[in-house]
Nanobody, 121 residues
């Protein structure tokens, strides 16, 4: 079993920066990919970033490309989503979830509880 816990959300004005963290525990060896998703009120959930631990490959949604980056701390089994300084926009507001796809699953099957990000203009 894998458990995920997000942290780092908050409220800020446009142009700020933020780093979200996702701490994984349990059977982390079974993780084949990890992702960050967000859901804004009245909108569908959107995958904003994906990371493959084995290859180190990262992909980003067009809406955040160039503004968000991913880094990891293997010693702490933690994945960070960094929102670059001066890049946050009100449209980035939403509940951000960390998720993992275990290698036995075709889709993301482990989810964190979410952390709220609110960006005001």
């Amino acid at each position: 079993q894998v458990q995920l816990v997000e942290s780092g959300g908050g409220s800020m004005q446009a142009g700020g920066s933020l780093r979200l963290s996702c701490a994984a525990s349990g059977s982390t060896y079974s993780i084949c990919s990890m992702g960050w998703f967000r859901q804004a009120p009245g909108k569908e959930r959107e995958k904003v970033a994906e990371f493959t631990p084995d290859s180190g490959e990262t992909t980003f949604a067009d809406s955040v490309q160039g503004r968000f980056t991913i880094s990891r701390n293997d010693a702490k089994n933690t994945l960070h989503l960094q929102m670059i300084t001066n890049s946050l926009q009100p449209d980035d507001t939403g509940l951000y979830f960390c998720a993992a796809r275990t290698c036995s699953s075709p889709s993301y099957d482990v989810w964190g509880q979410g952390t709220q990000v609110t960006v005001s203009s």
